[in-house]
């Protein structure tokens, strides 16, 4: 138990919330900075919220010798090196000592440099606002270090960035930073784990896979969509000559800017099929996790903005599918058996359709993906199917898990996506 403090489902949820309080920060042209490896998905959702360039920050913590969570000093890449004096002058460390240490944290950080960038350089941070950004922050000592070594890097304005410190460690940390936003600071703090009901580790492998995906993203026009009083961002890609629309329904602890859904947007337009992605939700409402499973109100409000974008010109013509993830393949679903024939083509990506109340109201052709090692999900998938109405297909990708991370996972997706909707919207 985390003694009532505010909870988070997991890294992307976090992002996503702790993205809401930076808002202010669009206007300067921030880079965002991931600490490796947890705080590295919690920053790709603070970078795309945004729409900013997103980085590594790489430090290794000099320990004293003999005392080696007492940190002396921390190096950066670029050859940066950031030393506390007083301490390697009043513990009287020698030179010798100070090196063997150095030599040490030097290799492990060229390792990881090397297999997350690939040997890519760090961005430029000269001049720059740079967001630094954790999944936590405890004693606060790898994060100082991680702004010491930004500034040492040329930032000319630092914003520390946690879902969760300790209140001690967000006080202490203004001593390195211009500013510390986190959202929750207990005083009490424990582990940082106890705040996130999925506190998985991540790998070297999400890593590089996250810094990837994003550098791939495709770009977009940005559009404005309006409900009623309502007014919803969306990105919105119509190559020449397109005579098909799919519209991406994002699911739970997502958003239109996932580099997942992204990819596979960049693929169907490629194709040839404009893709519109968007929130079904206000960053406000996402906040409260009971929206995110409200499928009325999604299907509703997916239905709405497909009604809208039939009164554009440039699509009024189009073919429209639909591409759901988590929860949003069961928006999805229900809101192509409201639209009552609009809606042409469904795919689902280790979606929920069992939550979906019109599922024998559904024909449109409908396409199930899902990775043989999600198994609740896989089940919940063929249970589902049974219960369409229409045409309908499962395809389970060997050895993928939940988000598709594993090498060659996500462009299987894109692939059977795209020939899914190229059959039934050509």
Same mark, same amino acid.
């Given at each position: 138990?985390?003694?009532?403090?505010?909870?988070?489902?997991?890294?992307?949820?976090?992002?996503?919330?702790?993205?809401?309080?930076?808002?202010?920060?669009?206007?300067?042209?921030?880079?965002?900075?991931?600490?490796?490896?947890?705080?590295?998905?919690?920053?790709?959702?603070?970078?795309?919220?945004?729409?900013?360039?997103?980085?590594?920050?790489?430090?290794?913590?000099?320990?004293?010798?003999?005392?080696?969570?007492?940190?002396?000093?921390?190096?950066?890449?670029?050859?940066?090196?950031?030393? &506390?004096?007083?301490?390697?002058?009043?513990?009287?460390?020698?030179?010798?000592?100070?090196?063997?240490?150095?030599?040490?944290?030097?290799?492990?950080?060229?390792?990881?440099?090397?297999?997350?960038?690939?040997?890519?350089?760090?961005?430029?941070? !000269?001049?720059?606002?740079?967001?630094?950004?954790?999944?936590?922050?405890?004693?606060?000592?790898?994060?100082?270090?991680?702004?010491?070594?930004?500034?040492?890097?040329? !930032?000319?304005?630092?914003?520390?960035?946690?879902?969760?410190?300790?209140?001690?460690?967000?006080?202490?940390?203004?001593?390195?930073?211009?500013?510390?936003?986190?959202?929750?600071?207990?005083?009490?703090?424990?582990?940082?784990?106890?705040?996130?009901?999925?506190?998985?580790?991540?790998?070297?492998?999400?890593?590089?896979?996250?810094?990837?995906?994003?550098?791939?993203?495709?770009?977009?026009?940005?559009?404005?969509?309006?409900?009623?009083?309502?007014?919803?961002?969306?990105?919105?890609?119509?190559?020449?000559?397109?005579?098909?629309?799919?519209?991406?329904?994002?699911?739970?602890?997502?958003?239109?800017?996932?580099?997942? &859904?992204?990819?596979?947007?960049?693929?169907?337009?490629?194709?040839?099929?404009?893709?519109?992605?968007?929130?079904?939700?206000?960053?406000?409402?996402?906040?409260?996790?009971? &929206?995110?499973?409200?499928?009325?109100?999604?299907?509703?409000?997916?239905?709405?903005?497909?009604?809208?974008?039939?009164?554009?010109?440039?699509?009024?013509?189009?073919?429209?599918?639909?591409?759901?993830?988590?929860?949003?393949?069961? !928006?999805?679903?229900?809101?192509?058996?409201?639209?009552?024939?609009?809606?042409?083509?469904?795919?689902?990506?280790?979606?929920?359709?069992?939550?979906?109340?019109?599922?024998?109201?559904?024909?449109?052709?409908?396409?199930?993906?899902?990775?043989?090692?999600?198994?609740?999900?896989?089940?919940? &998938?063929?249970?589902? !199917?049974?219960?369409?109405?229409?045409?309908?297909?499962?395809?389970?990708?060997?050895?993928?898990?939940?988000?598709?991370?594993?090498?060659?996972?996500?462009?299987?997706?894109?692939?059977?996506?795209?020939?899914?909707?190229?059959?039934?919207?050509?």
């Amino acid at each position: 138990m985390n003694g009532g403090r505010l909870y988070f489902e997991d890294r992307v949820d976090a992002g996503r919330r702790l993205a809401a309080e930076l808002g202010h920060l669009r206007g300067d042209d921030p880079i965002v900075l991931g600490l490796p490896r947890g705080g590295v998905p919690v920053a790709a959702e603070v970078a795309q919220a945004l729409g900013a360039p997103l980085d590594l920050i790489l430090v290794r913590k000099l320990g004293v010798p003999w005392q080696p969570e007492l940190a002396m000093g921390a190096i950066g890449e670029g050859g940066v090196e950031v030393l &506390n004096d007083a301490i390697v002058s009043g513990l009287d460390i020698s030179a010798s000592q100070l090196d063997a240490v150095r030599r040490s944290e030097q290799s492990e950080l060229q390792r990881r440099a090397e297999a997350y960038r690939g040997g890519r350089p760090m961005l430029d941070l !000269a001049g720059r606002v740079v967001v630094v950004v954790d999944d936590g922050i405890a004693t606060g000592a790898t994060a100082g270090a991680a702004c010491s070594v930004a500034r040492a890097h040329g !930032a000319r304005r630092i914003v520390l960035a946690a879902p969760v410190a300790s209140r001690q460690a967000s006080r202490d940390l203004l001593a390195y930073a211009d500013e510390v936003v986190c959202l929750d600071t207990p005083e009490h703090f424990g582990a940082i784990g106890v705040f996130y009901r999925d506190f998985s580790p991540t790998s070297d492998r999400q890593v590089k896979s996250i810094l990837e995906e994003y550098r791939s993203s495709p770009s977009a026009d940005p559009v404005t969509l309006h409900l009623g009083d309502l007014t919803l961002p969306g990105l919105l890609e119509v190559p020449s000559g397109s005579r098909s629309l799919v519209v991406f329904a994002h699911g739970s602890g997502s958003s239109m800017h996932s580099p997942r &859904n992204r990819r596979v947007a960049e693929y169907l337009n490629h194709l040839g099929h404009a893709t519109l992605l968007f929130d079904l939700l206000t960053p406000e409402e996402s906040a409260d996790r009971h &929206n995110v499973f409200d499928i009325p109100l999604l299907a509703e409000r997916l239905a709405d903005v497909t009604r809208g974008l039939g009164r554009r010109s440039d699509l009024a013509k189009s073919r429209v599918g639909f591409f759901g993830a988590s929860t949003g393949a069961a !928006a999805a679903l229900d809101a192509a058996a409201a639209l009552d024939g609009r809606v042409e083509a469904v795919v689902s990506r280790g979606g929920r359709p069992d939550l979906a109340r019109r599922l024998e109201s559904v024909d449109a052709p409908v396409l199930l993906i899902v990775g043989s090692e999600d198994r609740e999900v896989m089940t919940l &998938n063929r249970q589902a !199917a049974t219960r369409l109405g229409g045409p309908h297909e499962l395809e389970i990708i060997s050895g993928a898990t939940p988000l598709f991370e594993e090498e060659g996972a996500l462009d299987e997706v894109a692939r059977l996506a795209g020939d899914w909707f190229t059959r039934h919207l050509a």
